[in-house]
């Protein structure tokens, strides 16, 4: 198959990348400054997502689209970007007819006292604007039909740390491990996500994966 990653040379999309090649698959990896090491089976597009016919180009001969772009925590607009940018990807994707996963963030996931993730932690500040782009992301289209699209939610805590496809799968619920920590490796999640690449079990639903043991 071959995969898209946009923002491949991001700390989940790289390792998205890197389990794409592993499995076997051809990768495009979209970046925008740092480029990651070539391999093969590998294709480097350095382009902005937001120059839309050239990104277009990159990505039309993608059997699935996977999208891990992140604006920045930093970035002067992150609220606004995050949501132009992903609306774009998502038109794209449904233009082009192809299937698209999003890894967008914990916070509209549903802790076991029933409140949402977001009401009850207390985030550093350059990351408020972030998760506040996350959630109108997900609430904008979380109902989309029309389109071949999966969310995937990671837990509170994503480590990089190792493979050890020892995770679980949850929906709408923050998942915990037997010492209540919410947590999974990039590894593990890049593996997820990639299964689903392949599998198609959650077109059209959100998932979430982490450890419980
Ligand atoms: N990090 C976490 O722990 C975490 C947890 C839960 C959910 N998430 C979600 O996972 C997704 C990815 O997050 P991340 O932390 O992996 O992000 P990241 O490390 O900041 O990487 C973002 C990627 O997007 C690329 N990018 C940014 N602007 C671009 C543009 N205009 N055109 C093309 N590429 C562009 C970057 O390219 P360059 O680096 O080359 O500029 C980079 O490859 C986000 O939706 C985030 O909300 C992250």
């Known amino acids: 198959m071959k995969i898209a990653v946009i923002g491949a040379s991001g700390f989940i999309g790289y390792q998205v990348t890197k389990e794409a090649l592993r499995k076997g698959h051809q990768v495009v ?16 597009k350095k382009l902005t997502i937001f120059d839309e016919d050239i990104f277009k180009d990159a990505i039309k001969d993608s059997d699935v689209l996977i999208g891990c ?6 970035h002067v607009a992150q609220k606004e970007r995050y949501l132009e940018g992903y609306s774009l990807i998502i038109k794209l994707a449904k233009e082009l007819k192809k299937k698209l996963i999003i890894v967008i963030g914990a916070t509209s996931l549903i802790q076991y006292d029933g409140e949402l993730v977001k009401d009850g932690l207390v985030y550093p500040k350059p990351w408020i604007k972030a998760l506040e782009g996350v959630d109108l992301v997900y609430q904008q289209f979380k109902n989309q039909t029309d389109n071949l699209l999966t969310f995937v939610s990671p837990p509170a805590e994503v480590f990089d ?25 990039v590894q593990d999640l890049a593996h997820a996500i990639i299964q689903e690449a392949e599998e198609n079990k959650y077109l059209n639903q959100r998932f979430t994966v982490a450890y419980q043991d």
């Open 29 to 44: 990896g979209i970046f925008r400054r740092n480029a990651i090491p070539l391999e093969p089976n590998l294709e480097l």
């Open 69 to 74: 772009y992140n604006p920045g925590y930093y």
């Open 161 to 185: 740390g190792t493979l050890t496809k020892k995770y679980k799968y949850g929906k709408d619920h923050l998942l915990y491990d037997r010492d209540e920590r919410s947590r999974i490796s």
